[in-house]
């Protein structure tokens, strides 16, 4: 049964293909990932509807839609509760103000998988009685293969800024062929690759730029003349 419960709940890996369901939302049906195929998409989880930390949740990624939206990006939600009960909690969202930031109404689709199918696709059933899915976030590139994948207990609540930056540093990486550092945030300088032969090495050391700051042959950093 255990076996069988990990096979069902296997998370998809960074750089697997992001699995395919189609399903209900709040906003219609979807065919996932084909309906975003030329997007990024943030597929994330929540316990349960009508729950404290995913209601700050919801509002903190409602308040940075635009944002996402800016960077080609389209959040969509999910837990196992019905689509009812999810148009029930979104409506009534749509009344509180949290920290007198006014209220908020939700303007991304939120899954309702009351079959458990797409979270098991998903890896999100991870709690020993195996009927809630976990505070999961998964970041898809849009050609649809899974680049970030994100595991929060369920007494943590998500920082939406990171979940942000991380989209940055990804589409960074793949327009200027760069890497972000530690505590990295957009503007900051980036990391170029290290070399990968001895004549590359050389060049580093002996002839690298005006504008790279070679720290040692395989740590050099370079401030980009626009953020992309």
Known sequence: MTEMMNTESRFPLIGDPAPAFRAMTTQGKINFPEDYRGKWVVLFSHPADFTPVCTTEFIAFASLAEE???RNTQLVGLSIDSLHSHLAWLKSIESIDLNGQGSVSIPFPVIADISMSVAKKYGMLQTVANTQTVRAVFIIDAEGIVRTVLYYPMCTGRNMQEILRIVDSLQ??????????????PGDKVILGAPLTQEELTERLENAPEDVEVL????AFKKLKEDK
């Open 172 to 185: 960074m990486h793949d327009s200027e062929a760069v890497s972000t550092p530690a505590n990295w945030q």
């Open 216 to 219: 040692t042959w395989y740590l």
């Open 68 to 70: 996402f939206a800016k």
